[in-house]
C-alpha cells in the first residue's frame, strides 16, 4: 500500500530484477509449475482472507491488515467475475502488497492507510508500479512467458499476444505489456485510456533504436489506421484486432520520413471497451535499423 504521500517514479532495473526474485520465490513454493498460477490458492495458503464484493469504482482490489489480519477485497465491479484476468492481475497485485516486505509492514504497523489499489499499470504512484511489476512476474514468468512467445512466432504481433493471454489467464494488455518488457522481438506497446493517450512500453532494442518518442494525441491518429479503427469500434472484429501497415515516421514524430529510420511497421490494435484500446507496433521485416 502506498505510504500518506505518495512518492511518484519509475523502478529502476535493479528494483524490477528484486520483484522478480521475490516472484519467483512464491511461484517456487506455491506453484507446481503446469498451468496457469493460481492467486486464490496463494492467497488462502498464507493464512489471507479473500473477500469478493461489489465497490462501485472504489478500487480493483485492496489489502487490509486488522487485528492480526490480512484481508485482500476485489471489486467485481470493475473485474466482472472471480476468476477474469483482470481479477488474477488484481489477486497478484494485492499478493504483491503483501509479499513485498516494505507494504506489508507498513500495513502491519499501521503506518501505511487502506490505499485502493488501481491495477494493470493504471496507476503511476511507485508502490503500485511494485505491485504491478510483481504481479507480472507472477502471472507471466520470464523464462515461460519467453519460450511461449517463441513458439508461438514472434513475427505475428497481437495474434501471438492473444495466444499468450490465452494460455498465461491475463489480460491482452498484460501480455503485451510483458512481451515488450522482455523483449520477445523489437516492439512498442501503445495503452490509450478512453479519449487520452495512458502508457507506452518499448522494447529494448526499439529504445536502443531510437524509437522512442510516439505521437500521443489520439486526434493524431491517422484515420483508417488500425488504431483510428479501435478507437471507434465498441467490440474486436472476428480475428481479434484491426490490421495495417504503417511507418515508423507516422507514429515517431523524431523519425524523418523517407530516412533510413522510416521503416515499415505493422500496426496492430484492439479496442478494449472501457478500459480504452492498444496499438501493437512492430517492424514489418523483423529488426529495426
Ligand atoms: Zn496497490
Request: a positive charge.
Amino acid at each position: 500500500m502506498a505510504r500518506s504521500d505518495p512518492v511518484r517514479g519509475y523502478l529502476s532495473s535493479a528494483q524490477k530484477a528484486e520483484l522478480a526474485e521475490l516472484a519467483e520465490a512464491v511461484l517456487d513454493e506455491h506453484s507446481d509449475g503446469v498451468g496457469p498460477v493460481d492467486p486464490a490458492r496463494i492467497i488462502r495458503a498464507k493464512g489471507l482472507r479473500l473477500v469478493f464484493g461489489d465497490y462501485r469504482e472504489a478500487f480493483d482490489g485492496l489489502l487490509r491488515h486488522r487485528s492480526g489480519r490480512f484481508t485482500v477485497f476485489c471489486n467485481l465491479t470493475r473485474v466482472e467475475t472471480n476468476t477474469s484476468p483482470r481479477a488474477r492481475f488484481v489477486l497478484c497485485h494485492e499478493l504483491g502488497h503483501f509479499f513485498i516486505p516494505n507494504h506489508r509492514n507498513a500495513l502491519r504497523s499501521g503506518l501505511a492507510p487502506h490505499h485502493p489499489s488501481f491495477c494493470e499499470y493504471e496507476s503511476k504512484l511507485f508502490v503500485e508500479q511494485q505491485a504491478d511489476c510483481f504481479a507480472s512476474n507472477l502471472l507471466l514468468p520470464r523464462s515461460q512467458f519467453l519460450t511461449e512467445a517463441r513458439k508461438k512466432g514472434t513475427r505475428d504481433g497481437l495474434k501471438t499476444i492473444l495466444a499468450l493471454a490465452r494460455l498465461f489467464g491475463t489480460s491482452v494488455t498484460a501480455a503485451a505489456i510483458r512481451y515488450a518488457t522482455l523483449g520477445a522481438s523489437p516492439c512498442v506497446v501503445i495503452k490509450w485510456n478512453p479519449n487520452r493517450y495512458g502508457w507506452k512500453w518499448l522494447s529494448e532494442d526499439a529504445y536502443a533504436a531510437g524509437y522512442r518518442k510516439t505521437i500521443e494525441d489520439p486526434a493524431a491518429v491517422l484515420e483508417g489506421s488500425a488504431t483510428a479503427a479501435a478507437f471507434g469500434a465498441s467490440k474486436p472484429p472476428a480475428e481479434g484486432y484491426f490490421k495495417q501497415a504503417t511507418t515508423a515516421a507516422f507514429w515517431f514524430p523524431f523519425v524523418k520520413p523517407g530516412s533510413n529510420k522510416d521503416v515499415i511497421l505493422h500496426e496492430h490494435a484492439m479496442p478494449l471497451g472501457r478500459f480504452g484500446a492498444l496499438t501493437f507496433l512492430y517492424p514489418l521485416d523483423g529488426a529495426l535499423p
